[in-house]
């Protein structure tokens, strides 16, 4: 079975700070995603990544940064953490290729004070 | 027009009957479609993959492809309390790798 782990369930932070979500995969993806979920807006790409150190901006990028050192890991960095941040994260991978099932993490739900 | 559009319910059906959802999508080069399951607090799961025209059963769930109308469906046949959740609708996007998700339908099976 795919497992996807994330580092944390739950995550409160202040402004301000800089936070880091660790996500780590063990099927040997290529594809690594990560995703947010707000009510009312549903699933959005932040960034995904299709190889080690290659990234690529998703639907809403701005204030998050990303890094993907080792195939297994894909890391997301919000640089100053600010209160419109607060929302459940999602770590998502896949095989590479067009199209392929992606399998998720548990999430993070971060809140941002 | 959303890219991926559902009903975002909620659809309530009664135990044992069986459950109709509805996703369309407006992106004509799209060959992967996704069905995911989502209980409240939890992360997406996976139940069902299609990728050619016509129908895919797995057990209590079968899925329905129709490129040419650009909608996919899912049934839950025999629907338990346990099938309540929200799903997912998600297509790929013609041009690579990622997914575009539907709202969801929220479907609550009620005893």
């Known amino acids: 079975d795919v497992k996807v782990t994330q580092s944390s369930r739950y995550l409160v932070k202040r402004t301000g700070e800089k936070v880091f979500l660790e996500c780590v995969q063990d099927m040997d993806h290529e594809n690594m995603f990560w995703y947010r979920q707000d009510p009312g807006l549903g699933l959005r790409l932040i960034y995904f990544?299709?190889?080690?150190?290659?990234?690529e901006k998703g639907d809403i990028p701005e204030g998050y940064s990303v890094s993907r050192e080792k195939k297994e890991r894909f890391s997301l960095i919000l640089e100053s953490a600010s209160t419109n941040q607060t929302s459940m994260y999602l770590c998502?991978?896949?095989?590479?290729?067009?199209?392929?099932?992606?399998?998720f993490g548990p999430g993070t739900r971060l809140t941002v004070l | 027009q959303k890219e991926v559009e559902q009903n975002s319910g909620p659809l309530s059906v009664p135990e044992g009957a069986i459950a109709s959802l509805n996703c369309t999508y407006s992106?004509?080069?799209?060959?992967?479609f996704f069905w995911y399951r989502q209980y409240s607090g939890k992360s997406p799961e996976l139940i069902m993959s299609?990728?050619?025209?016509g129908d895919k059963e797995d057990g209590r769930f079968t899925a329905q492809l129709n490129k040419a109308s650009q909608y996919v469906s899912l049934l839950i046949r025999d629907s338990q309390p346990s099938d309540s959740a929200t799903y997912l609708c998600?297509?790929?996007?013609?041009?690579?790798?990622?997914?575009?998700f539907g709202g969801g339908t929220r479907v609550l099976v009620k005893p």
């Open positions: 998502a991978s896949s095989f590479g290729g067009a199209g392929g099932e992606q399998f």
């Open positions: 299609i990728y050619s025209n």
């Open positions: 998600a297509v790929n996007r013609a041009a690579g790798n990622k997914l575009t």
């Open positions: 990544s299709y190889d080690v150190k290659m990234k």
């Open positions: 992106d004509r080069g799209s060959q992967s």
